[in-house]
């Protein structure tokens, strides 16, 4: 099986992207303001944009599970999950799902 090296500027696309959730306005928005100090200790729902997230088969849940790794990833206390008909919402973890959420690493 030969190989070929090439620049990284050189490399070919992916066939099939699936930026649509991470790179949405939801998403940016989300992160804002979990970042914003006066947020601390609040919960956000979100509601998505239908036509935003078309080519998403089940939009809410690949948004959480897409904030979920993020979130698992850097550490942070905090969890997304489907509530509703394009709808996520965004929360602090609970002492006993920040336990949880140790034991498994």
Known sequence: MPVKVVE???APRRLK??????SSQDYTDVMRE????ANKGKAFIVTL???QFESVKKPEISFAYTLR???EKEG????????GKLE?????LTKAEA???GKRK
């Open 8 to 10: 990284f500027a050189e």
């Open 69 to 71: 790794r993020y979130f």
């Open 99 to 101: 336990e949880a959420r």
């Open 76 to 83: 942070t206390a905090w969890t997304a999950y489907q509530s």
């Open 49 to 51: 944009d239908a036509k």
């Open 88 to 92: 996520v919402t965004v929360r602090s």
């Open 17 to 22: 992207t699936r930026g649509t959730v991470g």
């Open 34 to 37: 979990i970042r914003n100090p």
